[in-house]
C-alpha cells in the first residue's frame, strides 16, 4: 500500500486535519531506542525479539528512513495531535505508561510501502513516532512500545 496525496498537519483539535511539510524537522536525525516501555497491551513479538530492538538506531532523512541498516522510502509524513483519551482508544495505552504526563501528543505516521522486516507485521519498527519530550520520542513495533533519545555527535554508531 502506497499513501499517495498532500502532507497532513493535525491542529490541537484531536483529529482536524491541515496541511503540512513531509518528514517533520522535530525528528530528523538519528535516534537509538534504549529500553522498552512496559504496556499492558496485546503485542505479537516475544520478549526476546523486542528486546534485540533495544540499542539499534533510526534515522529519519527528508524522504527515508533508516532501521538496522535497511533504508524505506517514505512517501509522506502524517502528523496529528491526540489527547490522552483518543490515544488511548487508538493504541489501548495510557500515556503516562509511555512515561508522557501530557494531556495531548503529537504523533507521526511515516508513509511507506509495505514490507516485511519484522516477519510479523508490514510496519517498520519506528514508523509511527510520538514526541514525548525534548530529544526523546516513542515508537513501537509490533505492539511493543520503545523510548528512543536523540543521538548526538560520534555516538551515532548504528547496530
Same mark, same amino acid.
Given at each position: 500500500?502506497?499513501?499517495?496525496?498532500?502532507?497532513?498537519?493535525? /491542529?490541537?483539535?484531536?483529529?482536524?486535519? $491541515?496541511? %503540512?511539510? @513531509?518528514?517533520?524537522? +522535530?525528528? !530528523?536525525?538519528?535516534? &537509538?531506542?534504549?529500553?522498552?516501555?512496559?504496556?499492558?497491551?496485546?503485542?505479537?513479538?516475544?520478549?526476546?525479539?523486542?528486546?534485540?530492538?533495544?540499542?539499534?538506531?533510526?534515522?529519519?532523512?527528508?524522504? /527515508?528512513?533508516?532501521?538496522?541498516?535497511? $533504508?524505506? %522510502?517514505? @512517501?509522506?509524513?502524517? +502528523?496529528? !495531535?491526540?489527547?490522552? &483519551?483518543?490515544?488511548?482508544?487508538?493504541?489501548?495505552?495510557?500515556?503516562?505508561?509511555?512515561?508522557?504526563?501530557?494531556?495531548?501528543?503529537?504523533?507521526?505516521?511515516?508513509?511507506?510501502?509495505?514490507?516485511?522486516?519484522?516477519?510479523?507485521?508490514?510496519?517498520?519498527?519506528?514508523?509511527?513516532?510520538?514526541?514525548?519530550?525534548?530529544?526523546?520520542?516513542?515508537?513501537?513495533?509490533?505492539?511493543?512500545?520503545?523510548?528512543?533519545?536523540?543521538?548526538?555527535?560520534?555516538?551515532?554508531?548504528?547496530?
Amino acid at each position: 500500500m502506497l499513501a499517495v496525496g498532500l502532507v497532513l498537519f493535525v /491542529a490541537a483539535s484531536d483529529g482536524a486535519i $491541515a496541511p %503540512a511539510q @513531509s518528514m517533520p524537522i +522535530s525528528i !530528523t536525525g538519528k535516534w &537509538r531506542i534504549v529500553k522498552i516501555l512496559p504496556t499492558n497491551n496485546q503485542q505479537c513479538w516475544d520478549e526476546n525479539r523486542a528486546k534485540s530492538m533495544i540499542g539499534t538506531t533510526l534515522t529519519y532523512q527528508a524522504h /527515508a528512513m533508516v532501521w538496522s541498516g535497511g $533504508a524505506e %522510502a517514505i @512517501s509522506d509524513a502524517l +502528523s496529528r !495531535t491526540l489527547t490522552k &483519551r483518543s490515544f488511548r482508544e487508538e493504541h489501548n495505552v495510557d500515556l503516562p505508561e509511555l512515561g508522557i504526563a501530557a494531556a495531548s501528543v503529537e504523533e507521526i505516521d511515516l508513509q511507506h510501502e509495505d514490507a516485511d522486516v519484522t516477519g510479523a507485521t508490514t510496519e517498520i519498527p519506528g514508523d509511527t513516532i510520538v514526541i514525548a519530550g525534548p530529544g526523546r520520542i516513542v515508537v513501537s513495533a509490533c505492539g511493543v512500545f520503545y523510548a528512543a533519545v536523540r543521538v548526538t555527535g560520534k555516538t551515532a554508531g548504528e547496530r
